[in-house]
């Protein structure tokens, strides 16, 4: 058994950077983050062909390979300093409900890459889990007391979905604790921006509420569906957060193998999200609540002690500042689609 303890070296700009998922939202904007920082050499992954990816970054190896599969993972991990595994077959309420035997599938991915990323000789590897991986009877009121990382145990975790993420983080947890090989956990909080989803089926609530604000107010039909009675709560990060989070948790030895929430608190109902969308777009909307669509937990938040603690820093982008991005950035698909320009969104391939 080889031994990554020496791992512990400050990186190099040049060191290789492997991120998957890398045609999807989260994944494409960390690309686009380290590339930012000037990192040079950088492989991204996804088993989505290359067209269909939100972000194409130039001068970064991108590569199309489904890593459910072993021998594509030890592909991906060759010579590779740190992994940023972030591929999940995923999506919003509509998705996970529908097809928990796909998500639960994704357990694949991260077994392969973990094991190949260790073979590689990796030095740091990132598992991005999810707030659904906390125990469903704590979220069954829409006044939540915010979740704190113990409260994932005693588990019961968002079916399908959910467990897959908390089996993952054990991955990550023993990998640490009986090969020394060093993890890092983060459980995101609904995250959202330019460049993910929104329409297709996949789409998170205020990619979903922006494009039905943008059709309605295209179509002079000023009706929106919610779905649910409008009165589920959740917290919503904005993308440049998460990626500086990620970053953040990866180097931090104090949280080595340590789930950790990444998050905001600012805690919102959807109904006041469609105000906000509303008052972005300048339009109000007669609005119907579909109580038979999947809403989710009644309600969910990010206890933000830890990070705060260890990191000295939370996700802080205020809500109206990100929506105002996000709503623009799918206008502009919305247009240019229209227009008859390719845009990636709603691909499938399950
Ligand atoms: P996304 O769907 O935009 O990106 C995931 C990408 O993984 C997709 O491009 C998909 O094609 C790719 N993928 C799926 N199966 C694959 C496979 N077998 N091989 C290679 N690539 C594969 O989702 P995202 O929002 O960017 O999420 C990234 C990660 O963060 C996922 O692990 C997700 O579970 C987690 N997460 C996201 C949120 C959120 O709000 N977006 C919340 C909690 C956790």
Same mark, same amino acid.
């Given at each position: 058994?080889? @031994?990554?303890?020496?791992?512990?070296?400050?990186?190099? +700009?040049?060191?290789?950077?492997?991120?998957?998922?890398?045609?999807?939202?989260?994944?494409?904007?960390?690309?686009?983050?380290?590339?930012?920082?000037?990192?040079?050499?950088?492989?991204?992954?996804?088993?989505?062909?290359?067209?269909?990816?939100?972000?194409?970054?130039?001068?970064?190896?991108? *590569?199309?390979?489904?890593?459910?599969?072993?021998? @594509?993972? +030890?592909?991906?991990?060759?010579?590779?300093?740190?992994?940023?595994?972030?591929?999940?077959?995923?999506?919003?309420?509509?998705?996970?409900?529908?097809?928990?035997?796909?998500?639960?599938? !994704?357990?694949?991915?991260?077994? =392969?890459?973990?094991?190949?990323?260790?073979?590689? %000789?990796?030095?740091?590897?990132?598992?991005?889990?999810?707030?659904?991986?906390?125990?469903? @009877?704590?979220? +069954?009121?829409? #006044?939540?007391?915010?979740?704190?990382?113990?409260?994932?145990?005693?588990?019961?975790?968002?079916?399908?979905?959910?467990?897959?993420?908390?089996?993952?983080?054990?991955?990550?947890?023993?990998?640490?604790?009986?090969?020394?090989?060093?993890?890092?956990?983060?459980?995101?909080? @609904?995250?959202?921006?330019?460049?993910?989803?929104?329409? %297709? %089926?996949?789409?998170?609530?205020?990619?979903?509420?922006?494009?039905?604000?943008?059709?309605?107010?295209?179509?002079? $039909? =000023?009706?929106?569906?919610?779905?649910?009675?409008?009165?589920?709560?959740?917290?919503?990060?904005?993308?440049?957060?998460?990626?500086?989070?990620?970053?953040?948790?990866?180097?931090?030895? $104090?949280?080595?193998?340590?789930?950790?929430?990444?998050?905001? !608190?600012?805690?919102?109902?959807?109904?006041?999200?469609? !105000?906000?969308?509303?008052?972005?777009?300048?339009?109000?909307?007669?609005?119907?609540?579909?109580?038979?669509?999947?809403?989710?937990?009644?309600?969910? #938040?990010?206890?933000?002690?830890?990070?705060?603690?260890?990191?000295?820093?939370?996700?802080?982008?205020? *809500?109206?500042?990100?929506?105002?991005?996000?709503? #623009?950035?799918?206008?502009?698909?919305?247009?240019?689609?229209?227009? %008859? +320009?390719?845009?990636?969104?709603?691909?499938?391939?399950?």
């Amino acid at each position: 058994m080889k @031994n990554n303890s020496t791992a512990l070296t400050t990186r190099k +700009k040049d060191d290789l950077i492997l991120v998957t998922g890398a045609g999807g939202f989260i994944g494409g904007s960390l690309v686009r983050y380290f590339h930012n920082q000037g990192f040079t050499n950088i492989r991204a992954v996804d088993k989505k062909p290359l067209p269909m990816w939100y972000q194409r970054i130039p001068d970064v190896e991108s *590569l199309s390979l489904d890593l459910s599969y072993r021998e @594509n993972c +030890k592909r991906a991990a060759e010579g590779a300093s740190e992994v940023y595994n972030l591929a999940a077959d995923m999506g919003g309420m509509g998705f996970i409900e529908h097809f928990r035997v796909e998500c639960l599938r !994704s357990i694949l991915i991260n077994t =392969h890459m973990i094991e190949a990323a260790y073979w590689a %000789g990796v030095d740091h590897y990132f598992y991005s889990s999810s707030a659904c991986a906390y125990n469903t @009877n704590l979220q +069954k009121d829409p #006044n939540v007391r915010a979740l704190k990382e113990s409260d994932a145990y005693p588990a019961m975790a968002e079916r399908g979905y959910g467990w897959e993420k908390l089996v993952s983080e054990m991955f990550c947890q023993e990998y640490w604790a009986e090969r020394h090989f060093r993890t890092a956990i983060a459980r995101f909080h @609904n995250v959202y921006g330019p460049n993910g989803t929104w329409d %297709g %089926g996949r789409e998170k609530a205020p990619a979903a509420l922006s494009r039905k604000v943008i059709e309605a107010v295209e179509k002079k $039909d =000023h009706n929106i569906t919610i779905w649910g009675d409008g009165s589920q709560t959740r917290s919503f990060m904005f993308i440049d957060d998460c990626v500086k989070g990620i970053d953040m948790i990866m180097h931090s030895d $104090d949280l080595i193998a340590t789930p950790i929430n990444l998050g905001t !608190s600012e805690l919102i109902s959807v109904d006041n999200l469609v !105000s906000m969308v509303e008052d972005i777009a300048g339009v109000k909307l007669e609005r119907h609540y579909d109580l038979d669509a999947p809403r989710g937990v009644a309600g969910r #938040n990010s206890d933000n002690t830890f990070i705060k603690q260890t990191l000295d820093w939370e996700p802080n982008t205020p *809500l109206r500042t990100g929506m105002e991005k996000t709503y #623009n950035w799918i206008k502009q698909q919305f247009t240019d689609r229209k227009a %008859g +320009k390719p845009t990636p969104a709603g691909y499938h391939n399950n």
